[in-house]
């Protein structure tokens, strides 16, 4: 990581801007985005992401609501496919939950209605904001020196913030999107599944592409 990143646009919320976690990358159906479109419900599933499985009561504490609340949004969120119960952990009165597997995507759709719309905007905006959130944090930490987080310290080699402007048509864009994610898919397939392994942490690697338009755009 070097100790002045390029400088980071910060992304309009992208189609397939869902956290992928898996190599089934499935659209939302109309149910589904209506289960998702719920700020508390995507913070549930970022930390489920972060701390590989919680239960309500661990989660209430992160998020400061009731174990009841959580426990009733995590039963939401199981009934529409996005979490589940871990296997072979906690009891009948504590039971430990975590995500899914696979991914989803959100895209625009134009016979989407107006509420549809509303919902993608809502669950898409939602993720950008966490997304940022961490790299803002990641910033403060580097901005503070090194020991300011020793958490940081070890990672600094194995961290970027990359930005690269070019042209393009939009099929040449797709093309590259395509061939980056079948790229990633290959390259994180064997950090699958590594939760509790010694000197893993949780991670994220964020990709967006998009056109930039603006006020002074051709």
């Known amino acids: 990581m070097s100790d002045t990143p ?3 646009e910060a992304p309009a919320p992208a189609e397939g801007s869902a956290p992928h976690t898996g190599t089934t ?13 719920h700020p ?18 661990g989660l209430a504490e992160l998020v400061g609501e ?11 969120l199981e ?13 009948a009165r504590e039971r430990w939950w975590e995500t ?16 549809t719309r509303s919902a993608k905007s809502l669950v898409n905006g939602e993720l950008e904001r966490a997304r940022q959130a961490k790299i803002w944090r990641l910033l403060d930490v580097m901005e503070q020196g090194p020991g300011a987080d020793p958490r940081y310290d070890a990672w600094k080699d194995a961290t970027t913030l ?18 980056l994610q079948e790229l990633l898919e290959t390259a994180t397939e064997t950090l699958r599944g590594q939760e509790g392994v010694e000197g893993a942490a949780p991670v994220q690697i964020h990709f967006n592409a998009f056109p930039v338009f603006g006020d002074d755009a051709v």
């Open 6 to 8: 390029a400088p980071v």
């Open 25 to 37: 990358r499935q659209p939302l159906g109309p149910e589904r985005l209506k289960a998702l479109s």
């Open 40 to 57: 508390l419900r995507l913070r549930i599933l970022d930390l489920l992401q972060r701390h590989g499985s919680l239960t309500a009561s």
């Open 66 to 76: 009731s174990s009841g609340s959580t426990s009733y949004h995590l039963r939401q």
């Open 79 to 91: 009934r529409h496919g996005f979490v589940r119960e871990v296997e072979g952990k906690g009891t």
């Open 100 to 115: 899914a597997p696979g991914g989803y995507s959100i895209s625009s759709d134009p016979d989407d209605d107006l509420g």
């Open 162 to 179: 990359s930005t690269i402007s070019l042209w393009a048509t939009p099929e040449q864009l797709a093309g590259v999107v395509e061939q």
